[in-house]
């Protein structure tokens, strides 16, 4: 039997997917909220939201340039080799091909696991107004093409309908392809994520919690009770570094222009930064036996 040492990233994914508990998933928006993250979790999920404010100071609502977003895949996963690096491709970049394409080159760098949304454009948040969804057939069509190209990849079938017939329906549709993992986003109750347990079976499930969205606030242990395999945080990075900014710059103009006597400085930052140098983690490598 494989150790975990030994697997590829995916499948170390699906096996932590597949231990006792809910999985969480760390929102991250640029290498440095990467960086305090890898600190407190194991796994990241890379998220369009965070990663269209960071990179583009612009709403999540289908600015990502593919490129764009691996080339942040690649930068993480050279900073934090271990970690499991689930990514969001929204739409697959509208087209099956370029989806397919997308796919390959975050498998080939790496990445563990992407989620595969049946929205159509204009796209939006999955848990803002005005989403539209592609028919169903189109959106399977698309996710079989995506299956067919992974090859250890995770894949997280994600539908963002709002009804709660068309979101029974849909689950069990995606629970019935070689999909990995189920997401319904924008699930509004703890009633509503039963229904869904129960209709996609033994598939793994997955809840997308974000601050100030439609989705109740729950625990780890409550998720758990409810049968939830995986917990994307997709934003606490993001909205603390909106919090804290705010505050500081805040107090900084107050105090007219003088630095606070206690807080991070320089000597902390550079620390937390030098964890990322590849030869650190070049070294560990051959000391612990990891490939």
Aim: hydrophobic content about 45%; proline content about 4%; glycine content about 8%.
């Amino acid at each position: 039997m494989a150790t975990a040492r030994s697997l590829r990233a995916g499948d170390r994914l699906r096996e932590a997917v597949r231990t006792a508990g809910t999985t969480p998933l760390i929102g991250v928006f640029d290498m440095f909220s990467a960086s305090i993250a890898a600190r407190h979790f194991d796994g990241m999920f890379v998220s369009g939201f965070g990663f269209a404010a960071s990179h583009y100071g612009l709403p999540d609502i289908g600015f990502i340039a593919w490129p764009d977003m691996v080339g942040f895949v690649q930068r993480l996963r050279l900073a934090f080799p271990r970690h499991h690096l689930l990514v969001d491709v929204d739409d697959g970049y509208v087209d099956p091909e370029v989806a397919c394409h997308v796919v390959a080159h975050l498998e080939a760098i790496g990445a563990s696991g992407v989620i595969l949304e049946d929205q159509k454009r204009p796209r939006r948040c999955g848990h803002a107004d005005g989403k539209l969804i592609l028919p169903l057939e189109e959106y399977l069509a698309k996710l079989e093409l995506v299956l067919a190209t992974r090859r250890d990849l995770v894949v997280v079938a994600r539908t963002d309908a709002t009804e709660d017939d068309e979101i029974l329906r849909r689950a069990a549709a995606l629970a019935a392809t070689d999909a990995d993992v189920i997401l319904v986003d924008g699930v509004r109750s703890t009633a509503a994520i039963r229904r869904i347990r129960e209709v996609i079976g033994g598939k793994p499930l997955l809840f997308n919690q974000i601050a100030g969205g439609r989705s109740p606030r729950l625990s780890l242990g409550d998720l758990t009770a409810l049968g939830v395999d995986v917990a994307i945080y997709s934003t606490p990075c993001l909205f603390a570094a909106q919090t804290a900014m705010e505050r500081s710059l805040e107090d900084l103009r107050k105090a007219d222009g003088l630095l606070p006597e206690t807080s991070i400085g320089v000597a902390d930052s550079t620390a937390l930064l030098e964890r990322n140098i590849s030869r650190h983690h070049l070294a560990g490598r051959s000391r612990d036996g990891l490939s």
